[in-house]
């Protein structure tokens, strides 16, 4: 079942996402009922994993369902061998909307990546304070997940790190891997506590550049998969042109 998307919709970044990278390997932690995870054909080796998967979408061949939590996934299952030996080229983060979880599972995808690997994180970039608190109120809900980018923003400034500001609660793009970190693992606790009491009010004056916002854009993503972080100068240079346009 073959799906049009908007293009607002993260779906359809996530879709072009495929498009320009090509995945050869390919994990989603989240699936629901298969959308994203359907956009992985290029990929010769893909892996979902939901604790109650409803998949309604036609998969590529060589996909693999893993019924179970990505915690107790990471705990059972070698990803390497699950790979063929391959190193993991894109990865899509959509799982429990808590801190917590979405850290684990960024540590333990990032064992298996190379420096060219990319891992995708939804919801980081939220709409206000109220739908993006730890506990669930309103339909809306990106919980805060959005802690990520802050959290590796302080202790990986290395990693490369935008926030696609797409419908409805944002796309995370990380780059720069590094499978031999252990800086966050080792620490995992102290700073567990430490974004726990974190709120939306600490960053609500000054969320694009908190969390690196770029604009839902293909050329300003593009610019940014290849390596280059966009600046102050190329906005202005691009709203010139926009102008002289």
């Known amino acids: 079942m073959e799906k049009q998307y908007s293009a607002d919709n993260y779906y ?4 072009k996402m495929h498009a320009y990278l090509k995945p050869k390997t390919y994990v989603e932690i ?11 054909t290029t990929a010769s080796h893909s892996v979902a994993i939901d604790p ?18 990505s915690d107790e996934f990471f705990n059972k299952h070698d990803l390497s061998t699950i790979l063929n030996g391959q190193k993991l080229d894109l990865a899509f983060i959509d799982g429990m909307h808590l801190f917590e979880f979405a850290l684990r599972d960024f540590l333990n995808l990032e064992r ?3 420096p060219n690997s990319v891992i995708l994180v939804h919801d980081c970039y939220p709409i206000d304070e109220v739908t993006s608190n730890r506990e669930r109120t309103t339909q809306t809900w990106s919980g805060d997940v959005w802690k990520l980018i802050v959290c590796l923003k302080k202790y990986r400034p290395e990693l490369q790190i935008c926030c696609i500001d797409v419908p409805p609660t944002g796309l995370a793009v990380i780059s720069n891997l590094n499978n031999n970190s252990n800086i966050i693992s080792d620490q995992f606790t102290k700073i567990y506590e430490e ?6 009010r ?3 004056k ?7 916002r770029i604009e839902n854009d293909w050329s300003r993503i593009q610019y940014f998969l290849e390596g280059k972080k966009p600046n102050i ?6 709203n010139l042109l926009l102008k002289i346009a």
């Open 233 to 238: 100068v190329d906005r202005m240079i691009r």
């Open 30 to 40: 989240g699936v629901r009922h298969g959308e994203s995870f359907a956009l992985a």
């Open 52 to 69: 109650e998967p409803n998949i309604a979408m036609d998969l590529p061949s060589g996909a693999q369902i893993f019924k179970m939590t």
């Open 206 to 212: 000054n969320k694009p550049t908190h969390l690196n």
């Open 12 to 15: 359809a970044v996530l879709e």
């Open 195 to 200: 974004y726990t009491p974190f709120s939306f």
């Open 202 to 204: 600490n960053i609500a």
């Open 112 to 114: 298996f990546c190379n």
